[in-house]
């Protein structure tokens, strides 16, 4: 389904959210298929993975290398225009899990928006620019072993839901973890 499509029949969670969908649509508009290539400069199209375990319990957790935190599993869609099939390959090259199940009917759960603030990757200077990101969740047995992709981050671990907050160290994203954790308690 196109995007823009998508976001017209989705319904915002909260006032924040409805503010992102704006922004992305606005951003859609501008920037069409560019909007997809981490060329474009001001912002791109990313997409980010909640995991959570069959009881809803715990959300696995990787220590993001650039970021300096514990946070959730994604990256760019680089030209991918189907966000849930680069969400998926995100996060088998992200935690080598390759068994998982998408939720909500394989649609996302929320929509982002995050500053990223500038930086160096892989020799190459990044200002300070936008993702917008589609956040999907998938569902994963604590039984499946995972490995570390050590260009992206250092560790991995479950978390019990009550102490995702005090894991992150990145304020900013409080809010949306908040958002997405009561969203998934809605989900059968």
């Not at 499509?5 to 606005?26: G, H």
Request: charged share 30%; net charge negative.
């Amino acid at each position: 389904m196109d995007l823009l499509k998508e976001l017209e029949n989705y319904e915002p969670y909260d006032e924040l959210e409805k503010t992102t969908i704006e922004s992305l649509k606005q951003f859609l508009n501008a920037f069409g298929d560019f909007a997809y290539s981490r060329d474009c400069l001001p912002g791109h199209l990313t997409t980010v993975v909640w995991i959570v375990n069959p009881k809803r319990t715990k959300v696995l957790m990787g220590y993001h290398n650039l970021f300096k935190t514990f946070t959730w599993f994604g990256g760019h869609a680089d030209g991918e225009k189907d966000l849930l099939k680069n969400a998926m390959i995100e996060f088998e090259e992200e935690t080598g899990i390759p068994n998982f199940k998408v939720l909500n009917n394989r649609t996302p759960i929320d929509y982002i928006v995050l500053k990223v603030l500038s930086h160096i990757k892989k020799g190459r200077t990044l200002a300070d620019h936008l993702h917008y990101a589609p956040a999907y969740v998938f569902e994963v047995s604590e039984e499946e072993v995972f490995r570390i992709a050590q260009d992206e981050n250092s560790a991995i671990k479950w978390v019990n839901n009550e102490d995702v907050l005090a894991t992150v160290t990145e304020d900013e994203v409080l809010p949306i973890y908040k958002r997405i954790m009561e969203k998934t308690k809605k989900l059968k």
